[in-house]
């Protein structure tokens, strides 16, 4: 019983292509986040997303767009792929009084 | 800009070695001190973390120490084996929905 799950957990798409990964969490989390890894194994916050509330947005180009239907979901929408958007993306979870961040297994993208 | 500098960027251990990592932090209001285990394909999961009201926890073979005074936290794992080899990730926090900042990873791989 996966406590984040995210699909798909490969996705391998064109240049201009648009794209999107869903996310959801079975913990009760208030918290939702979506991190971006490098091929470097850098692991850079995106987004993060508090009782469907929009809290950070790093500097994320706007093709980028989260969307939080309820606290247990956050998607991610991805137009005109590029191929600097290949990466590993993760979703992940905490509650806002905790500290602990749960993380999905990952969607790994390829831009081609 | 809180800054989080985690060293060594990669470590090689022989199976029963010490491994030490190490996390710098600046940001003097952290008080949760973890650190994340990411296996190849996987996502970043907690494996231990420590208050700052003590100076060392230990969770089998694996031991944080804090010092407090120079800002800065240590994995050691002790009788390394090869199921350790794996990415691992500081994240000093103050918990709550704030921006989490990770290290940029150690990469440990133990050999036989």
């Known amino acids: 019983d996966t406590a984040v799950s995210q699909t798909p957990k490969y996705l391998v798409t064109q240049m201009g292509n648009d794209k999107s990964i869903k996310c959801e969490q079975n913990l009760g989390h208030d918290t939702m986040y979506w991190y971006k890894q490098d091929s470097k194994k850098f692991l850079k916050i995106m987004f993060s997303y508090n009782n469907k509330e929009l809290i950070i947005n790093e500097t994320v180009p706007n093709r980028f767009s989260p969307k939080s239907p309820d606290k247990a979901h956050l998607n991610l929408h991805i137009n005109s792929l590029e191929l600097g958007d290949s990466a590993v993306y993760f979703c992940?979870?905490?509650?806002?009084?905790?500290?602990?961040?749960?993380f999905g297994e990952g969607s790994w993208l390829t831009v081609v | 800009q809180q800054q989080v500098k985690q060293s060594p960027q990669s470590l090689i251990v022989q199976k029963g070695g010490i491994s030490i990592i190490n996390c710098a932090y600046e940001?003097?209001?952290?008080?949760?001190f973890p650190w994340y285990q990411q296996f190849p394909g996987k996502g970043p999961a907690l494996l231990i973390a420590i208050r700052p009201d003590v100076s060392e926890k230990k969770e089998g073979r694996f031991t944080i120490s804090f010092n407090k005074s120079a800002k800065q936290f240590s994995l050691h794992i002790m009788d390394s084996q090869p199921g350790d080899s794996a990415t691992y990730f500081c994240?000093?926090?103050?918990?709550?929905?704030?921006?989490?900042?990770f290290g940029t990873g150690t990469k440990l791989q133990v050999i036989p």
């Open positions: 992940a979870s905490c509650m806002r009084s905790g500290n602990t961040i749960y």
């Open positions: 940001n003097t209001a952290f008080d949760y």
């Open positions: 994240a000093p926090n103050s918990g709550g929905y704030q921006k989490v900042t």
